[in-house]
């Protein structure tokens, strides 16, 4: 069986005395590419569907910052203090260059290393995230909030107010609405052919 993101095995490092988490998959050879994730992640919270995808073709590596998750030591106060911690342990790896995909919070940790070490970053992907400065930035505080209270309110994770887009509830549908939209929803791409176009 090929090893995926959910059966790969979390390892640990020391960095400077300190246990990070991580776990690698994909083929290894090559540049690596690390992952960086959003406020309130740890690894469990990646997508498998995404670091499978991306290790198809690529070593992928997904770690905890220092004070997340399993990782230990405290958290960072500061985006700075976070680009610090995931080069240091990039380097505690042995890589010296690494390609880097920042979700979020972590995209705010990507810019931070591609502008302090920009030696060691080939290549950067940026996911739901902005530049510092950048429109909207200076609400995150304020969308946090929102988001923290929401969740303390529903016993929801905040992330599923950060990320996941609120749709108003569906009207009623007719037994043929309904039909329709299973027909739809069963059509996948190309492959469904006449059938989801309704000619065959």
């Known amino acids: 069986m ?8 979390t390892q640990s ?11 690698e998959i994909g083929r290894k050879g090559g540049i690596p590419v690390v ?9 469990e919270d990646w997508d498998p569907r995404i670091v499978d995808g991306l290790a198809a073709k690529h070593h ?10 399993g990782s230990g030591g405290s958290t960072p106060k500061t985006v700075e203090e976070m680009a610090r911690d995931a080069v ?3 380097g505690a790896l042995g890589f010296s260059k690494v390609d880097l995909l920042g979700f979020s919070l972590g ?11 920009p030696g060691l970053v080939r290549k950067i992907i940026l996911a739901g995230t902005g530049p510092a ?22 016993d929801k994770h905040p992330k599923q107010f950060l990320f996941f887009t609120r749709l108003p ?24 052919g006449d059938r989801c176009l309704g000619t065959g």
């Open 2 to 9: 090929s090893t995926t993101f959910e059966n790969a095995t």
């Open 13 to 23: 490092v020391d960095v400077n005395g300190t246990k990070f988490v991580s776990r």
């Open 35 to 43: 992952l960086l994730h959003h406020l309130t992640a740890v690894l």
């Open 60 to 69: 992928v590596i997904v770690f905890d910052n220092r004070g997340v998750g």
């Open 88 to 90: 240091t342990f990039i």
């Open 107 to 117: 995209g705010f940790v990507a810019q931070v290393i591609a502008q302090q070490q």
């Open 133 to 154: 400065g950048g429109e909207g930035i200076a609400n995150v505080g304020a969308v946090l909030q929102d988001a923290f209270g929401k969740a303390g309110a529903t």
């Open 169 to 192: 509830a569906a009207p009623e549908r007719t037994h043929q609405g309904s039909r329709h939209a299973r027909k739809q929803r069963n059509c996948s791409g190309s492959a469904c």
